[in-house]
Nanobody, 120 residues
Framework: QVQLVESGGGLVQPGGSLRLSCKASGSIFSINTMGWYRQAPGKQRELVAAITSGGYTNYADSVKGRFTLSRDNAKNTVYLQMDSLKPEDTAVYYC??????????????WGQGTQVTVSS
């Protein structure tokens, strides 16, 4: 079994910052890509940013230059630093990890989601 635990969401004013963290634990052999998705009310879930085990990152155009994704492979943890937040960044943010278990089974694992609200 694999669990993803997210933290760091909350309420922030426009222009403010938040840092999300997501730690994977359980029967993990390795993790390939880790990343964050978000889903706003009435909208489909969308990719925010992703990072490979080698550190290659990919960002949605809407967050480029404002969000920074990083990971600590030793801790199976991914971080999303969100700066210059806008009201349109309001959403539930979900962590995703492409996990290879100790049984060598690969599957995508999702966190429970953390709310980010940007409002004055």
């Amino acid at each position: 079994q694999v669990q993803l635990v997210e933290s760091g969401g909350g309420l922030v004013q426009p222009g403010g910052s938040l840092r999300l963290s997501c730690k994977a634990s359980g029967s993990i052999f390795s993790i390939n890509t880790m990343g964050w998705y978000r889903q706003a009310p009435g909208k489909q879930r969308e990719l925010v940013a992703a990072i490979t085990s080698g550190g290659y990152t990919n960002y949605a155009d809407s967050v480029k230059g404002r969000f920074t994704l990083s990971r600590d492979n030793a801790k199976n943890t991914v971080y999303l630093q969100m700066d210059s937040l806008k009201p349109e960044d309001t959403a539930v943010y979900y962590c995703k990890a492409d996990v290879v278990t100790t049984s060598r089974v690969q599957f995508p694992s999702w966190g429970q989601g953390t709310q980010v609200t940007v409002s004055s």
